[in-house]
């Protein structure tokens, strides 16, 4: 009898875990034992190296073709779908047959709510690869004619919020921005941009003015409950290691931050999971450490260095790929023009009310009134 043989399944499951996919299936015919292990939908080690592959972004060879091995459990498409590269599932995967409430669930995990749209025919598997051609199209043309039109949101001071909409051709939310702080007397201000949340396919951008006002009343205080759910976290340190969006490390500051989440928040929030954030916001909106949450610079009264959102919060979606995680400026990465100047950041996608309830529930308590188009809403 061999040590293996006494181990225990759940043992050999971890082991088995640690290897890559390659070996892992080369691992599975060497043994009867083995083969039930892996087969084991409740052990499945393969969610380690899947989740490995997922994150680096490079996936191996065998990942293409691993729908068609049976000893594969059929709930690890579900991770698959939700979060690999569009491009990888529409021209190099080999996709499963699954049940319609399993492409249901990936539809839901990876994409906006405010898609639900295109879902008017047609079975749930159908619905999600025409959504992968859309991504695939919108992110590698510049034809709009399937969204002529793309929806945007203002969170206004007076607790209002208007859903407007811009013509996708031309569609520039730096440009749309410099024209509402004109409006406003603010455009003598500097522009700040912060990434609010990184989806698979999206990620939300606000566009604001941070500077100490002369006046309370200048305040927007729906900007800052959006970015920083009231009671949701506390920070105590500046320092930071910055990782990229895919949450591998990348580069190392002063030192560690440590992020204490408030008793209150526990039941209050609850982790974003339709659709599921990228591993760099896992927690949202809780903080998330590791440098790809930026919502949070500085600590406590020193956020920001004092300084305060005034005017309109603009909301936007924009669409992602390999390109845009490329850092294109000389300035702040992951703030600020590094996130709408450079290959990649160009294409936009609509973001409507259940996009909004859907990122940022508690805001349904902060807003006193929802507007379709400019204006008051008298």
Same mark, same amino acid.
């Given at each position: 009898?061999?040590?293996?043989?006494?181990?225990?399944?759940?043992?050999?499951?971890?082991?088995?875990?640690?290897?890559?996919?390659?070996?892992?299936?080369?691992?599975?015919?060497?043994?009867?034992?083995?083969?039930?292990?892996?087969?084991?939908?409740?052990?499945?080690?393969?969610?380690?190296?899947?989740?490995?592959?997922?994150?680096?972004?490079?996936?191996?060879?065998?990942?293409?073709?691993?729908?068609?091995?049976?000893?594969?459990?059929?709930?690890?498409?579900?991770?698959?779908?939700?979060?690999?590269?569009?491009?990888?599932?529409?021209?190099?995967?080999?996709?499963?047959?699954?049940?319609?409430?399993?492409?249901?669930?990936?539809?839901?995990?990876?994409?906006?709510?405010?898609?639900?749209?295109?879902?008017?025919?047609?079975?749930?598997?159908?619905?999600?690869?025409?959504?992968?051609?859309?991504?695939?199209?919108?992110?590698?043309?510049?034809?709009?004619?399937?969204?002529?039109?793309?929806?945007?949101?203002?969170?206004?001071?007076?607790?209002?919020?208007?859903?407007?909409?811009?013509?996708?051709? =031309?569609?520039?939310?730096?440009?749309?921005?410099?024209?509402?702080?004109?409006?406003?007397?603010?455009?003598?201000?500097?522009?700040?941009?912060?990434?609010?949340?990184?989806?698979?396919?999206?990620?939300?951008?606000?566009?604001?003015?941070?500077?100490?006002?002369?006046?309370?009343?200048?305040?927007?205080?729906?900007?800052?409950?959006?970015?920083?759910?009231?009671?949701?976290?506390?920070?105590?340190?500046?320092?930071?290691?910055?990782?990229?969006?895919?949450?591998?490390?990348?580069?190392?500051?002063?030192?560690?931050?440590?992020?204490?989440?408030?008793?209150?928040?526990?039941?209050?929030?609850?982790?974003?999971?339709?659709?599921?954030?990228?591993?760099?916001?896992?927690?949202?909106?809780?903080?998330?450490?590791?440098?790809?949450?930026?919502?949070?610079?500085?600590?406590?009264?020193?956020?920001?260095?004092?300084?305060?959102?005034?005017?309109?919060?603009?909301?936007?979606?924009?669409?992602?790929?390999?390109?845009?995680?490329?850092?294109?400026?000389?300035?702040?990465?992951?703030?600020?023009?590094?996130?709408?100047?450079?290959?990649?950041?160009?294409?936009?996608?609509?973001? =409507?009310?259940?996009?909004?309830?859907?990122?940022?529930?508690?805001?349904?308590?902060?807003?006193?009134?929802?507007?379709?188009?400019?204006?008051?809403?008298?």
């Amino acid at each position: 009898m061999s040590i293996l043989d006494l181990l225990p399944v759940e043992l050999i499951a971890v082991i088995l875990s640690e290897l890559d996919l390659k070996s892992l299936i080369t691992v599975s015919y060497l043994s009867r034992r083995l083969h039930r292990v892996v087969s084991d939908a409740t052990l499945n080690p393969w969610r380690g190296p899947i989740s490995r592959n997922l994150s680096s972004g490079t996936y191996e060879e065998c990942l293409r073709s691993l729908s068609v091995r049976s000893i594969v459990p059929r709930q690890n498409w579900v991770d698959i779908l939700s979060t690999a590269r569009f491009d990888f599932l529409l021209f190099e995967a080999t996709l499963p047959n699954l049940p319609e409430s399993t492409w249901e669930q990936c539809f839901k995990r990876r994409f906006l709510p405010g898609w639900m749209k295109w879902k008017k025919e047609g079975k749930w598997r159908e619905v999600f690869s025409k959504m992968l051609i859309r991504l695939w199209h919108r992110t590698t043309t510049f034809c709009t004619v399937e969204e002529a039109w793309t929806k945007y949101i203002v969170l206004n001071r007076n607790g209002s919020a208007n859903l407007l909409e811009g013509s996708s051709r =031309t569609f520039n939310p730096l440009a749309i921005f410099n024209e509402m702080k004109l409006q406003n007397n603010l455009a003598h201000l500097e522009t700040s941009i912060r990434l609010v949340v990184q989806l698979v396919d999206v990620r939300i951008l606000a566009f604001g003015v941070l500077t100490k006002p002369r006046g309370s009343f200048l305040v927007n205080k729906n900007a800052r409950a959006f970015l920083r759910p009231p009671g949701a976290i506390t920070q105590s340190s500046d320092a930071d290691s910055l990782y990229d969006i895919d949450g591998s490390r990348r580069t190392s500051l002063q030192s560690s931050i440590h992020f204490e989440l408030s008793t209150s928040a526990m039941g209050d929030y609850s982790t974003l999971t339709h659709p599921q954030p990228m591993p760099s916001h896992s927690n949202y909106p809780m903080y998330t450490p590791g440098g790809g949450d930026m919502r949070w610079l500085g600590s406590r009264e020193l956020e920001d260095q004092g300084r305060q959102w005034v005017g309109g919060l603009m909301l936007t979606a924009q669409l992602t790929t390999a390109q845009t995680r490329i850092p294109s400026t000389e300035g702040p990465e992951l703030q600020d023009l590094d996130l709408v100047i450079g290959p990649g950041r160009g294409q936009y996608a609509s973001l =409507t009310w259940a996009d909004l309830s859907a990122i940022a529930p508690w805001m349904e308590e902060h807003l006193l009134k929802k507007i379709d188009g400019p204006g008051l809403g008298n």
